[in-house]
């Protein structure tokens, strides 16, 4: 084997050495030690700054079979003199965990705001998993993440305040909007070649939008932190994905649409086993709904029925047609007709303003969708999580991911939402009953891209049936 490092200062020495070296197969460190030791002999010192030349004279004294090496080397070096250095930030836009010395010395800086950041390294130099102590580190060092969900303080504070005590060292970047607000702020930063936003939490019609502008990444490589792989407290023992590919878009919570509120001095429980009892005579024009013809409730309860078998285009129909149904756009003004007694069944209510008013004595309950043959749907309101790519903090994201799938993040959420988590041992105290889903039942999962997509078709139906 041959060595590539001379074992004597002795000039001539050294010239025998590199002679020998010079019929070994030469590594690129061992080429470039023989320049650097022959660049150090009796009038040679003066040809550096001449390249060429100074190659030349090597490759006379070494022979062919290395001059080509030398003059590629050294015309390397030419070229790295004459360019101008590159500063290093102290704090890197994004770091990477973690990174090597080789990827170090040639990876340029980034600003996060207007170039795409280094990919967040999955795996350590020596080729084994990044450690969580080193997701951590990097996570710190990035120190800020960008989330972008629902407006409301309430909200905020149920996506921000539990990971800011957990995790100190990592700012919270919150904004909330509504999802048309959101998704074109995002896309028109994205078009200026601007990349400032790490997470979105909204509802899934919004995260399909940003998929469908392809400004998400996959988002298993981010669940890598411990409270991410205990699959076994999560419903069907798995992430349910709302996208079709299954790679995007995780829903996290789960909760039962409650059929419908009723007052239950004038409106017997008994009565209902199926949502076709709605159709009874005694019932004409006692009914009201939450308007089916904006984004909302009314209009997923809709599709469901639309959707259903049983029940379909013909339901429908003589729902609108001859019960007499009148609508609304204010949840509050749904339960406050029921709880007078001036409609007293209200369809496709929320369930958060009749469960105020239910504490306050007014009489309302919440039929369940146990109790009818046709059952409901799940729906998670904002509660689904997706990553955008190119995101500017990726260690922050996993850490950030960590929190929220944990049962504390979980908790939060669902408060926060009014809906149970799909992670199962997430408490449910304070919840309305009759959105806990049942184990074990099946539920038709509106959120899902199949029916978000095929929304717009019950829709133009309606338009048929309902006289504005």
Not at 362 to 375: H, K, N, T, W, Y
Request: hydrophobic share 40%; proline share 6%; aromatic share 8%.
């Amino acid at each position: 084997m041959c060595e590539d490092t001379p074992t004597t200062n002795s000039v001539q020495h050294e010239f025998v050495v590199l002679t020998w070296t010079a019929d070994c197969r030469l590594t690129g460190p061992a080429v470039r030690r023989v320049i650097g030791v022959w660049a150090t002999m009796p009038d040679q010192s003066t040809n550096v700054s001449k390249g060429m030349h100074m190659t030349a004279q090597f490759g006379k004294q070494l022979g062919g079979k290395l001059a080509v090496a030398a003059l590629l080397l050294v015309m390397s070096g030419c070229g790295s003199a004459a360019q101008p250095a590159v500063s290093t930030p102290s704090k890197p836009a994004s770091a990477s965990v973690p990174v090597s010395p080789a990827s170090q010395a040639s990876a340029a800086p980034a600003s996060a705001a207007s170039a795409k950041p280094q990919a967040s390294a999955q795996t350590s130099a020596a080729g084994q998993p990044a450690s969580w102590d080193q997701v951590l580190a990097a996570a710190k060092a990035e120190g800020q993440i960008v989330i972008r969900s629902q407006s409301g303080q309430t909200v905020a504070d149920a996506l921000t305040v539990g990971f800011s005590k957990a995790y100190p060292d990592i700012k919270v970047d919150y904004s909330g909007a509504g999802g048309s607000e959101t998704v074109t702020k995002l896309v028109t930063e994205r078009q200026a070649n601007r990349f400032t936003v790490d997470v979105g939490l909204h509802g899934t019609t919004t995260l399909f939008d940003m998929m469908k502008a392809d400004a998400l990444d996959p988002i298993a490589q981010y669940l890598v932190g411990p409270q991410t792989q205990e699959l076994s407290k999560w419903m069907g023992g798995k992430y349910t994905y709302a996208d079709d590919a299954g790679k995007y878009v995780i829903m996290l919570t789960a909760g039962v649409s409650v059929p419908f509120i009723y007052n239950p001095t004038v409106v017997p429980k008994a009565d209902f086993k199926s949502w076709k009892d709605l159709l009874n005579p005694k019932y004409k024009g006692k009914l009201a709904m939450f308007d089916p013809m904006v984004a909302g409730n009314g209009t997923a309860m809709a599709q469901f029925l639309y959707v259903t078998p049983s029940l379909g285009k013909d339901y429908l129909q003589t729902l609108f047609s001859q019960q007499g149904v009148i609508l609304s756009r204010d949840d509050r003004q749904l339960s406050d007709w029921v709880g007078r007694n001036q409609y007293p069944i209200g369809i496709a209510a929320q369930g958060f303003e009749a469960l105020a008013l239910k504490k306050q004595g007014v009489p309302i309950d919440f039929m369940s969708a146990d109790q009818l043959q046709e059952g409901s749907f799940l729906t998670t309101s904002f509660g689904s999580v997706a990553v955008m790519n190119k995101a500017p903090h990726p260690n922050a994201v996993k850490v950030y991911l960590n929190w929220l799938l944990s049962k504390e993040g979980q908790e939060s959420l669902s408060k926060a939402s009014g809906y149970p988590s799909r992670r199962t041992d997430a408490d449910t105290s304070g919840l309305i009953p009759e959105t806990i889903p049942t184990a074990g039942k099946d539920y038709v999962e509106l959120n899902k891209e199949s029916y978000v997509r095929s929304r717009a078709e019950t829709t133009d139906f309606l338009k048929t049936v309902i006289k504005q």
